[in-house]
C-alpha cells in the first residue's frame, strides 16, 4: 500500500473610535518603500494606503502566511483564525507575532492592536459579529483589504478560483508594503511550478475524486466552483464531480462508487476531530465493504493534502505540485 502523504507545509460590532503603529520574519522583508500613497480597488471597495503599513492584522491563515511569505512579520501587529498546521518556513516568523483571538477578534480586541492595515481571505471577518465592515474601517483611516475570492458580493467573484487572482492578491500587497521584489519574485517562484505542472501533465484519462471530510457519514466532495477543480484541471486530469455547481457539497458513498474515480485526493486536516486527517480517512475507505472495493483504494491512488491548500492562498501552489506529481507517477505506473 502506498499513500501520497505530505506534512501540513509549504480559511463584533464596528469600531466606535479610530485605530492608530512586532515580530521577527522569515525571509526579511525589504526596508518599506517611498511612502507614496497607493491606492487600489478591493472587492469593490476603494483603499489608500498612505504609507508602507508597519502594524498589519492578518484576520485568518491564508492572509497571514501570505505577508509571511513576503517577509513582513516584523510588520505585524497581530493575527488570529489559525485553522491548520503552520507551513514550517513560516513558523519561527508566526510564533513571533501576536495572537488576538482564537477565531476572528472582536471589534474592540482588533482596537487593542492599533493596526494600520487589515487583512483577510474570509469575507466572514468583516461581519458584524467579528470586526466589522470594511467600509466602516476604511472610514476610520484603516484601509481593510479582502481577497477577491471571497467578496461579501458574490457578484464580484472571479469566474474561476485560479492563480492569475491569486498573483494579483500577491502584487497588491506587495505594492501596498513596498516590497514589489519580493512579490514579482514570488509570483514568479509560483508561474515556475505551474509551468512545470503543464509541460508534465500526463496524457492519460484520470478522474479525481477530492474528499473534504464527512457530515453524519456522508462525505463531502470538490464540484466545479472551487479551487480543486482548477488545481485538477491544471494537473492534466477530470473532477469526477464537475457537473455538481459548488466549491464543496455533500454526496453519498454509493455517488462515489458508482462513478468509481480513478484517484481520490484526501484532505488532511489537523483539527483533531475523528475522521479529519488523511489516516482516519483511508482507515475508513479501506474497513468499509462498498469503499475497499473503488478502484482508487485497491490501486492506492490515494494523494493526502493539506486541506488549507485546498483554499486559494501561497501555499495552492504545493497542493498542485503534489498533486501533478501523483498523476504521472500513476500514469507512468499504467503505461
Not at 255 to 264: E, G, N, S
Not at 274 to 290: F, I, M, N, P, Y
Not at 304 to 330: K, N
Request: hydrophobic share 50%; net charge negative.
Amino acid at each position: 500500500m502506498r499513500t501520497i502523504l505530505i506534512p501540513a507545509v509549504a480559511g463584533g460590532a464596528a469600531l466606535a473610535v479610530a485605530l492608530a503603529g512586532c515580530s521577527t520574519a522569515a525571509p526579511a522583508a525589504e526596508a518599506p518603500g517611498p511612502a507614496d500613497a497607493v491606492t487600489l480597488t478591493s472587492c469593490g471597495l476603494d483603499l489608500t494606503v498612505s504609507a508602507p503599513p508597519e502594524r498589519a492584522v492578518t484576520l485568518e491563515q491564508g492572509a497571514t502566511e501570505l505577508l509571511l511569505a513576503l517577509g513582513l512579520g516584523d510588520r505585524m501587529a497581530g493575527t488570529a483564525y489559525l485553522t491548520d498546521a503552520v507551513a514550517p518556513e513560516y513558523a519561527d516568523a508566526y510564533a513571533a507575532v501576536p495572537v488576538l483571538a482564537d477565531q476572528y477578534p472582536t471589534a474592540e480586541q482588533l482596537r487593542e492592536a492599533a493596526p494600520d492595515f487589515v487583512y483577510s481571505m474570509r469575507a466572514s471577518a468583516f461581519a458584524a459579529d467579528a470586526v466589522g465592515e470594511r467600509a466602516e474601517l476604511a472610514d476610520l483611516g484603516v484601509p481593510a483589504y479582502l481577497s477577491a475570492n471571497d467578496c461579501e458580493d458574490p457578484a464580484l467573484l472571479p469566474d474561476e478560483a485560479g492563480f492569475d487572482t491569486l498573483f494579483a492578491e500577491i502584487t497588491d500587497l506587495a505594492a501596498v508594503f513596498g516590497v514589489e521584489d519580493r512579490g514579482a519574485e514570488l509570483v514568479a517562484e509560483q508561474q515556475a511550478v505551474l509551468d512545470e505542472v503543464a509541460a508534465a501533465a500526463p496524457d492519460a484519462d484520470l478522474d479525481v475524486a477530492w474528499i473534504y471530510s464527512t457530515i453524519n457519514g456522508a462525505p463531502i466532495v470538490a464540484g466545479n466552483a472551487g479551487l480543486p477543480q482548477t488545481l485538477t484541471e491544471l494537473a492534466g486530469a477530470g473532477n469526477a464531480f464537475d457537473d455538481l455547481d459548488a466549491q464543496w457539497t455533500e454526496t453519498s458513498w454509493d455517488a462515489i462508487a458508482q462513478r468509481d474515480p480513478d484517484v481520490l485526493v484526501l484532505a488532511d486536516l489537523s483539527r483533531g476531530l475523528a475522521g479529519d486527517s488523511a489516516a482516519d480517512k483511508e482507515a475508513t475507505l479501506r474497513a468499509d465493504a462498498v469503499t475497499a472495493e473503488l478502484s482508487a483504494v485497491r490501486a492506492d491512488r490515494l494523494v493526502a493534502i493539506p486541506a488549507t491548500e485546498m483554499d486559494p492562498s501561497v501555499r495552492s501552489i504545493d497542493a498542485l505540485a503534489t498533486l501533478s506529481g501523483a498523476l504521472v507517477e500513476f500514469a507512468g505506473a499504467d503505461a
